[in-house]
């Protein structure tokens, strides 16, 4: 080798003086001799696992589980009884029911005709507002019906009869005079001076479309043909309504007359009067308006249904509308 291995250290002096021998440790710390350890208690040992063949023991009041099994098949746990499900339900509360005490009979205390002579003055009131009253009264139905059964009777059977007498010369004279300066007729001035009123021509239209169903006319020319009257018709239409949509119940033409129209379900009456009207005119175009529409109702619900010739003779009543007859 090329180099020199250096020499292995020497203790140096002094050292090996000491003590050759190490302490001993000990593995375990162990008491010293005069400490004495208390022996603790032993458990008890466990009994052994009960076999098959011998089986572990039980109190005595208790039965052995293996002698109280089934050895077969175990049957199904049958449901409880009814009765034991309604004892486990709470108790509902019974109310006791109240017994109406036994009425015995005897006389009762106001009979039928008790009760006829306590309602007797009741339905008296009631009948007598009924057939008197201003408003919605019979005589509202009844009164129209009347008066245009007897103008049918006496128009037919009594054309000549005149509730007045012939006017008097003073009088004749101061007419015809004044009927030759505004160029009409003795009997216009006569008319008009004892206020008379006719209805003169009554048009029968649907309400929707204001078109015309019938028409009556005193004039036989006009009264047989529908085309003369349909100028005035559509004219007088125009006018039937205001500028809100709202149906005029009348109105006055330039001619000294004037219109009155009634409204119903179905049509309208347009009644064209001359001279001055009176109330009772109103009545008597609602009365044969009403009657018109109760005839007709189903034929007026079926659209296109031709009623010109067959309302005419309805319409034609409504031409005897009129003050009694003068004797000019």
């Known amino acids: 080798m090329s180099a020199t291995l250096t020499p292995l250290p020497s203790p140096k002096a002094g050292i090996s003086g000491g003590s050759g021998t190490a302490p001993q440790w000990n593995v375990l710390p162990f008491p010293s001799p005069d400490f ?31 002698s109280t099994m089934p050895s077969g098949n175990i049957a199904p746990i049958a449901e409880a009884p009814v009765s034991m499900v309604e004892e486990i339900q709470p108790a509902t509360v019974v109310r006791p029911v109240a017994v109406a005490p036994v009425v015995e009979e005897s006389t009762p205390d106001f009979t039928d005709d008790d009760l006829r002579l306590a309602f007797g003055p009741i339905v008296e009131e009631a009948v007598r507002n009924t057939v008197y009253a201003r408003e919605n ?49 003795y009997e216009d001035i006569f008319f008009e001076k004892t206020r008379r009123f006719q209805v003169e021509e009554v048009f029968l239209l649907d309400r929707a479309t204001l078109a015309l169903v019938s028409f009556a006319s005193c004039d036989p020319a006009r009264h047989a043909s529908a085309r003369r009257v349909n100028g005035t018709v559509q004219r007088l239409a125009l006018q039937l309504r205001d500028d809100s949509g709202a149906l005029r119940t009348s109105f006055d033409l330039s001619d000294r007359r004037s219109v009155i129209s009634r409204e119903g379900r179905h049509v309208i009456l347009m009644s064209l009067v001359r001279g001055t009207p009176g109330e009772l005119v109103n009545a008597d175009l609602e009365f044969a308006l009403r009657r018109i529409e109760d005839h007709f109702r189903e034929r007026f619900e079926q659209h296109g249904s031709e009623l010109l010739l067959t309302i005419q003779p309805f319409l034609e009543d409504c031409l005897l509308i009129q003050a009694p007859a003068s004797a000019a």
């Open 36 to 66: 004495s350890e208390v022996p603790k208690a032993t458990p008890k040992p466990l009994p052994a696992w009960p076999s098959a063949e011998t089986p572990a023991a039980f109190p005595q009041s208790w039965p052995s589980p293996l």
């Open 137 to 185: 009264g019979i005589d509202t139905h009844l009164e129209p019906m009347l008066r245009a059964t007897i103008r049918r009777a006496l128009a037919e059977y009594a054309p000549a009869a005149r509730p007045f007498q012939p006017p008097g010369a003073l009088d004749r004279f101061v007419w015809h005079v004044q009927a030759l300066f505004t160029s009409r007729t």
